[in-house]
């Protein structure tokens, strides 16, 4: 067999005068390509979190919206050169807290060369031992850490239901003041403190911390933004390895052994990315632009919102919408991206609509401010509520409640089986999911309702006139008399 004058096979005939050939099929790699640059570009939506903890984020459905994640063939250079450091020292087996806020540990990290946004040089963790719930809150002096743990305190015994009842920490002067002690034995709670120039006994938080810079670290070197971000990508690397896997437990994450419910992640952006903001109508006139250009720097109180840098008014924002710019790109082009240029110093603000709005004209909407510290710590805990079948059908607190909706309409009687008509289309329905909520922000309940769409109805065709079947009160009076 000849093919441009070279030969590439030689065989003999057979005696039924045909030539044999033994053939090698190679291995199908029919989508290897789209999937490895899906595995990539989630990677980098996890803050760069390592493949082994999103394949099995993915494999054993820790969570509900991550597609499926193929092995990576390279390596990311941002990874290794961020979260290089030196091998580990045997581990030897520790006590472990059996119930939430049985054991919190706590450590400070800082001072920082760069002055976050918010004017902090410093960011504080606690950490649960039992669920491994990350909490983190910035301060410009490290004085500050009393008033904090009293608020940390309030916050996750109200939400969980539960008594901190140890606190472990370093011997830092922030830890050991006078007041705090004297807090910490009126209320009853036993303090932990590690021994001097000893770090290795309040391990759980110094790795923490740890992990938390090098996520922070390779998020802005990914995307090439200023260190005065360190505070917005610090509080997205607490939001994400709290909806992480961690080897402390068993295939779940924080995030659902604190609260009793399996995050989602198909709301999770890649930090630093270009993103449009939707300006609402009421903030600008016929002719200006409906979407601004901004900067994805974190998530928002809830899971639907997000923080924004806005690149015309150099302020951070929370939006409900935005557009990523290009979602398709590969990680090598991503690193070719030009430098924004964002010397200006932003403000930090929080308003009731989503973006501020581009015109120079002065707004006389009141704006509401909030302490940011109150706003990082409930982006950790939440809540999102699906918004199709296909999602809500991957929780089984979800699927309970469909179950109840659906017993509900059979007791009552809600429906009646007929024929199909044939003259009229079939109207479709629908499921509308909603968490509900006690006085003290805890779950009450999930509810789902199975609603008809009614927007695909016609009047003068599916319906006529409609109206409440109430009658009016002097015609009541009048049957009565």
Not at 194 to 202: D, F, G, M, R
Not at 233 to 246: E, G, M, S
Not at 283 to 298: N, R, T, Y
Request: hydrophobic share 35%.
């Amino acid at each position: 067999m000849v093919s441009m004058e070279n030969l590439l096979a030689k065989v003999s005939m057979t005696g039924n005068r045909c030539f044999p050939l033994s053939l090698k099929y190679a291995n199908s790699v029919a989508m290897k390509a789209t999937i490895e640059e899906s595995t990539w570009y989630w990677h980098r939506r996890f803050g760069h979190l390592n493949m082994q903890s999103l394949k099995l984020l993915q494999q054993q459905e820790l969570v509900y919206g991550l597609p499926e994640i193929g092995n990576a063939n390279r390596i990311c250079q941002n990874c290794a050169i961020g979260k290089s450091h030196r091998e580990a020292f045997g581990k030897e087996k520790i006590w472990r807290a059996s119930l939430p806020l049985e054991l919190v540990h706590s450590d400070v990290c800082g001072p920082m060369q760069t002055t976050s946004i918010g004017g902090n040089k410093y960011f504080l963790t606690f950490i649960d031992d039992c669920t491994r719930m990350c909490w983190v809150y910035f301060m410009q002096f490290k004085s500050e850490v009393f008033n904090i743990f009293k608020k940390f305190k309030a916050v996750v015994e109200l939400q969980s239901g539960y008594k901190l009842k140890k606190l472990r920490s370093d011997r830092g002067g922030e830890y050991t003041s006078a007041e705090f002690l004297q807090f910490c034995e009126e209320i009853g709670l036993e303090r932990q403190l590690t021994v001097a120039y000893s770090p290795q006994q309040n391990g759980v938080a110094e790795r923490k911390n740890r992990t938390i810079v090098e996520m922070s670290k390779i998020m802005m070197k990914g995307k090439k933004l200023p260190y005065k971000f360190w505070g917005e990508a610090v509080n997205t690397a607490v939001y994400i390895q709290n909806r992480c896997p961690t080897k402390a437990l068993d295939n779940v994450t924080p995030f659902e052994v604190f609260s009793g419910r399996k995050p989602g992640v198909k709301h999770l952006r890649v930090f630093g990315s270009i993103c449009f903001c939707h300006v609402p109508n009421q903030l600008m006139s016929k002719l200006e632009d409906a979407a601004v250009k901004c900067i994805f720097v974190g998530y928002g109180k809830c899971e639907k919102g997000y923080r924004v840098y806005n690149l015309q008014t150099n302020k951070i924002t929370t939006s409900r919408s935005i557009r990523p710019e290009d979602t398709s790109r590969s990680s090598e082009e991503e690193h070719e991206e030009t430098m924004i240029d964002i010397s200006s110093p932003p403000q930090v603000t929080t308003a009731a609509t989503n973006v501020t709005s581009p015109s120079d004209s002065p707004s006389s909407t009141p704006v509401k401010l909030r302490d940011i510290t109150e706003i990082y710590a409930r982006c950790n805990m939440s809540i999102i509520e699906p918004e199709n079948f296909a999602e809500a059908s991957k929780d089984k607190a979800w699927q309970k409640a469909m179950e109840a909706e659906m017993e509900m309409i059979e007791k009552n009687e809600t429906w009646e089986l007929v024929d199909r008509p044939s003259d009229k289309p079939v109207i479709g329905v629908k499921w509308v999911y909603k968490t509900k909520l006690n006085l003290d922000g805890s779950i009450q309940k999930h509810k789902a309702r199975l609603v008809v769409k009614g927007y695909a109805q016609k009047p003068g065709i599916d319906f006529n006139e409609t109206f409440a079947l109430v009658v009016r009160s002097h015609i009541d009076q009048t049957e009565r008399g």
